[in-house]
């Protein structure tokens, strides 16, 4: 990795850390889900940044991927468990980071996650296995007495990509990624109440572009306009700004143009909490990005 790349992932991350710190500390009993996501947000971009993706922000026993639609009107309510979870980009290289925020009486749910993640992180090293990390992360989480959710995974980056090799699971595997220098993920153990598996919810409010092809509705090539910045980064349904653009992305959809995140979920009424960093593999270690 070159000095530019580094700074540019390291530049990322200490922005990506500060805004979330701050959102987490902006959320309160009554405040709006619609008023928090658009804060933070606009917060990456007056720091002349980009988002890798949009904000999620998971309540309960949703785990990932919800965010807030056009005119949410949700609020924050007395027990929620709210999971923000941000991605700073620069120049394409990404801030991927995640912490929960407590409304309710969970301190060793959150604890579990919180845990889990710097357990894995200690073990980082070159030749150590994604199932070791595994392995570190479900004995933090099950010693608590929660399960960690094991459909759920941590993920390498790279410039523009935020899934890709090495995957690094929540549960203990054999084997696995073998870890090297130089290379980037983020680590992201949630722990739930739960099952410890998520579903797909119908919701879907976050999309990405995965093909091209030509189209010929003028509010989907609309939509392509405006969705060809993120170089396949995923959007939120709610960045477009006009409801006719939600039939122009059922299109793009089908079309397999467009691939639609739907919001993830453990059991109903059990409680989730995650948290996230993204870090560089050194000689000896890593660095962590995100702190
Ligand atoms: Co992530």
């Keep these: 990795m070159n000095d530019e790349i580094f700074t540019h992932y390291r530049d990322a991350g200490i922005l990506a850390a500060k805004i979330l710190r701050d959102g987490a500390r902006d959320i309160r009993v009554g405040g709006s889900y619609l008023e928090l996501v658009e804060t933070v947000e606009s917060r990456v971009m007056d720091e002349g940044a980009d988002l890798a993706f949009p904000l999620n922000v998971s309540l309960n026993e949703d785990a990932a991927h919800d965010t807030a639609s056009t005119g949410d009107e949700r609020v924050f309510a007395n027990g929620d468990v709210v999971k923000l979870d941000l991605g700073v980009q620069i120049d394409g290289y990404i801030a991927d980071t995640a912490t929960t925020v407590d409304l309710g009486d969970n301190p060793l749910l959150v604890e579990a996650s919180r845990e889990a993640l710097e357990a894995a992180i200690k073990k980082v090293r070159p030749g150590v296995t ?16 929660f399960h960690p959710v094991a459909n759920l995974t941590g993920h390498g980056l790279d410039q523009y990509i935020i899934h890709q090799a090495p995957t690094i699971p929540n549960v203990g595997i054999t084997g696995g990624a073998v870890i090297k220098e130089g290379m980037v993920f983020a680590i992201e153990p949630f722990a739930s109440t739960g099952s410890g598996r998520v579903g797909e919810r119908t919701r879907v409010e976050i999309y990405s572009q995965i093909g091209i092809k030509p189209v010929r509705i003028p509010s989907a090539r609309q939509l392509l306009e405006k969705v060809r910045s993120r170089r396949g980064l995923p959007f939120a349904r709610r960045w477009m700004q006009n409801k006719k653009m939600d039939l122009a992305i059922a299109g793009l959809v089908r079309s397999q143009v467009l691939w639609g995140y739907p919001v993830l979920s453990d059991i109903a009424g059990c409680r989730v909490s995650q948290h996230e960093h993204t870090l560089i593999v050194t000689e000896d270690g890593c660095i962590v990005t995100t702190r």
């Design 130 to 145: 994604a199932g070791e990390l595994g392995v570190a992360i479900q004995h933090e989480i099950e010693s608590r007495g």
